[in-house]
């Protein structure tokens, strides 16, 4: 448990020092996101013009990139490199299909099969909660404020609550 | 005391009169109380209304009193005249004192109301909205909309418009998108000059389409939004194509396909912004947001000014225009069908839409937070929370925060507790941009087992104030939340008796 724990943090380690060579070398990174490695964490801060801010959380990285008009985007990045989680907050939403890469067509299919052919009364204009094995993605809000949150369960590192993720 | 043989004045005209200064009489009369009371004790202002006193004594005492009022003037006869004019209602206290015994007197109070210029109420129904639905419509709140080609006698009666007060600006889904919209109106234009298009995010979907000019009438409360920026929402088979950068904001739909995506023919914002982006769309921010777009040549976004976006149709009115008052009667447990209510323009501008006993929540008017204030729950606070007609539930948390159960399928959206109705309690805080503001109010609600009000009645019943769904991290009360409270939502930079808004109070 304890070497398993110490190889974790060793590995993070390795990551937040790699992730801060990638973004001395790396000019224009590969696009990606959400399950995909941490050098995406990079093509998001270049699109969104947004300044970087990383925080080692031990179990994981925080990197929160921040735009000029203070909407921000945090993708967690696990001891393995991955992006686990990602978490938005601003008056407009960011680009979902590129915050959430593949996963994007999986949550609008999600958000779909949700509409089933039940002529039962459903949520309209409320908070998105889409909760598959492979994928969660929550949002709420209204015009002018919108705030959420998706993960990937398997990736979640053992320790991480979901409601770090925000 | 009446058989002592009293001596009754009614009537301070009456009592000159009579008595005049035959008061001067024996050393053993004594005063015993004045009452006094005007006819009527509610008016508006620059009206009158005739006190009068009742004088209660032994020997041969006086009935002459003195008159004075809290406000407005009082004549030696006790006729009261209310201050010209004024914009908030106001409670006058008229005082008669005995001209004999100075230290006996009594007190009535006038309700003084602001004139009632104009009509200015609105119906709301709460049914099963415009037909055909592929699924039942539950607590949406309805009002009838009139738009006009500014400045003609060219008008679409518009009805089912969603009473929206989560959002800002009218939203008129076209015939196209099988809404009853069918008029042509003029573009709204771009500072290049072409027509203004936009994107519109909600949590589940998106609308697109262009903005046009239209003068907005509620022709039933008589107030009127000239030359209003309003959205044309069209489907994604109409052209110009949706931008990828507009759809890709959400993982939900473009709602404009059809009636059913909609749920209605319009959507009403009414909401605490002036526009429906602000400041965030203009030059003044930097970058260009996918909001506005330009479609000349390829659709690609642009800055607007504020007078050039789609705007909450009540700030462009020429009175009442600082906000709104939603009332909705209350509805019993299990829910009621097709119930109708008010919507009110104006907060504190006229006699029927006073704060009253509300509290007010202010809520910030920018950054990430715009328009939220503070839910706390079990001991957490969620600062993300809100106040929203167009919500048709009272969404909340989620299962493992809150102990209940979601309901079985194809009712999983929606919580079900075990013990149903589950009562509960939270608080209610504004804030600002700088943390929170006032004090935490405590709000009850219940929650029932949605399966079961979706099937009494008949599965009939439109309206709950009961009906609930999970939210993860934050409160939105909706339409649910409004039945039975007068819920008032005011504009940002408006002043009303509460203060500037924006705020939400009730």
Known sequence: MNSFRLAAICSHRATSILLSLLILVLPFPARAVLGDTAASVLSDQARMKGTLRSVDNRTYVMHEITSPSGSAVREFVSPQGAVFGVAWEGQ????????????YRQAQLAAASQQDASKQPRPRRAPIAIETPGLVVYETGHPRSFHGQAYIPQLVPSGVQASDIR | MRRLGILLVVGSLMLMVACGSSSGGGNASTITSVTVTCSPSTITYGQTSQCSTLVSGTGNFSSAVTWTASAGSISTSGLFTAPSAGNVSLLVTVTATSTQDTSKSGTSTITVNPVQTTGNVQPIIVDSGPAPQSFATVNEGFVTVTVCVPNSTTCQTIDHVLLDTGSSGLRLLSSAGGGEFNLSLPNQVDSSGNPLLECEVFLDGFTWGNVALADITFTVAGEKASSAPVQVVIPSSGSPAVPSSCSTQTTGPNEGNSLSAFGANGILGVGLFQQDCGLACTAANGTVPPQYYDCSSGCKPVYTTLAQQVTNPVFLFAIDNNGVLVQVPA????????PAGSLIFGIGTQSNNGLESANVYVVPDSGNNAGNFITAFNGTSYPQSFIDSGSNGIFFLDSNTTGIPLCAKPNNSWYCPTTSPDNLSATNQGQTLQGPAGSPIPVNFSIEDATTLFSDNGGNNTAFSTLGGPQPGAFDWG?????????????????TPGGLGPYFAY
């Open chain 1, 92 to 103: 407009f939403a960011p680009d979902l299909q590129q915050l959430l890469g593949p996963y």
């Open chain 2, 331 to 338: 509805v019993p447990d299990g829910g009621s069908q097709n």
């Open chain 2, 479 to 495: 339409l649910a939340f409004f039945f039975g409270r007068n819920v008032y939502t005011a504009i940002e930079n408006q002043s």
